[in-house]
């Protein structure tokens, strides 16, 4: 590599020199939830080999799936589910040229956010 003087700069910019901003939390939160959605995605797996495996061993693993534990882990797995969902919905319509500017972008984040509680209480409430 060249050995370019560039002077006492950073390299790229830093969290210190940067406010976070709206975009940048929604679009890191949506990395988040699909992370975090597979750990759910595998907590189901788990309870459906508990099914496969024999009844001792289904209700220990139903057990801890229906504790409150278990609960509070759905719960945010389905918040998670809509957040990332309402995310990608965002960005298909920002792939078709719509709600670039900052102001759209700006609501459509807030209606990620609020819309993703609205549709979990919703879910929860109908089960």
Do not use: E
């Not at 459906?48 to 719960?75: E, H, K, M, P, Q």
Request: glycine share 12%; net charge neutral.
């Amino acid at each position: 590599m060249a050995d370019v003087n560039r002077g006492n700069r950073p390299l790229s910019p830093h969290l210190q020199v940067y406010r976070p901003q709206l975009n940048s939390i929604t679009s890191i939160l949506v990395r988040i939830t699909g992370n975090a959605m597979l750990v759910s995605a595998f907590l189901l797996v788990w309870w459906l080999i508990g099914a496969a495996s024999g009844a001792d061993y289904f209700a220990r693993v139903d057990g801890l799936v229906t504790s409150f534990l278990g609960d509070i882990v759905l719960t945010l797995s389905v918040l998670g589910l809509w957040y990332h969902a309402l995310g990608g919905l965002r960005h298909l319509i920002w792939d078709t040229g719509r709600g670039l500017d900052l102001k759209t972008a700006d609501m459509m984040g807030w209606g990620m956010l609020g819309g993703s509680v609205v549709l979990t209480v919703i879910t929860l409430l109908a089960i």
